[in-house]
Each structure stands twice: as structure tokens, then as C-alpha cells.
């Protein structure tokens, strides 16, 4: 099965900024979006960043302007470049892709960001 490896993740102070990766273990063919989550503490997992068809973005309300996501198809890796962090960004951070025919879900492991005012 593909397995997916986050890093990246750590503490900064508020205004900082930090790169989350997402590396895939092996090919993932048909790749319908890949995305980050996040998960605070007693919070619901909510969707932070995806890319769909390998063009168009989405992001939450709270990260526009201030987060990017972006793919690497030669490392099969994906990014999420964290500019101006605030406190309220303080989660688990997770990759997520949606390949295959029929569609299946992948997820990782979860990477830490912890932002200190």
C-alpha cells in the first residue's frame, strides 16, 4: 500500500513560518487532489489546503494569503509553505491524496505545528 511520510513540523514564534513535506513511499497513479488537514485539540479535522485535478486550489478562509500548497511529481512529495503563523494554527497537520481507480483515500501519519505567542 502507498504510505505517505509528513516533516517539517515544530515550534515558532507567531508571525514565523514553516515548510511541511509530504513524501509518497512509492507511484501513485491517477491522482485525483491532494491536500493537508489539521486537527486541534478537542477539534474536528478540518481541511486547510487541496489541490484538485492537479490545477485548482482550495484553501480555508483562515489560511488564505498566508499558506501555499504545492506538488513535486518527480519526488512525489507535497508541500504546504506556512507564512505568518498564528497561535490558532496549532495542530497535528495530515496529507492527504486521492488516487486510484476506483478512488481510494491516503493518509498520513500526522506531523506537529505548534505556534507560541
Known amino acids: 500500500q502507498v504510505q505517505l511520510v509528513e516533516s517539517g513540523g515544530g515550534l515558532v514564534q507567531a508571525g514565523g513560518s514553516l515548510r511541511l513535506s509530504c513524501a509518497a513511499s512509492?507511484?501513485?497513479?491517477?491522482?485525483?487532489?491532494v491536500g493537508w488537514y489539521r486537527q486541534a485539540p478537542g477539534k474536528e479535522r478540518e481541511l486547510v489546503a487541496r489541490?484538485?485535478?492537479?490545477?485548482?486550489?482550495n484553501y480555508a478562509d483562515s489560511v488564505k494569503g498566508r499558506f501555499t500548497i504545492s506538488r513535486d511529481n518527480v519526488k512525489n512529495t507535497v508541500y504546504l509553505q506556512m507564512n505568518s503563523l498564528k497561535p490558532e494554527d496549532t495542530a497535528v497537520y495530515y496529507c492527504?491524496?486521492?488516487?486510484?481507480?476506483?478512488?481510494?483515500?491516503?493518509w498520513g501519519q500526522g506531523t506537529q505545528v505548534t505556534v507560541s505567542s
Open positions: 489541490i484538485i485535478s492537479g490545477s485548482t486550489t
Open positions: 492527504n491524496v486521492i488516487a486510484g481507480l476506483p478512488l481510494r483515500i491516503y
Open positions: 512509492g507511484s501513485i497513479f491517477r491522482i485525483n487532489a
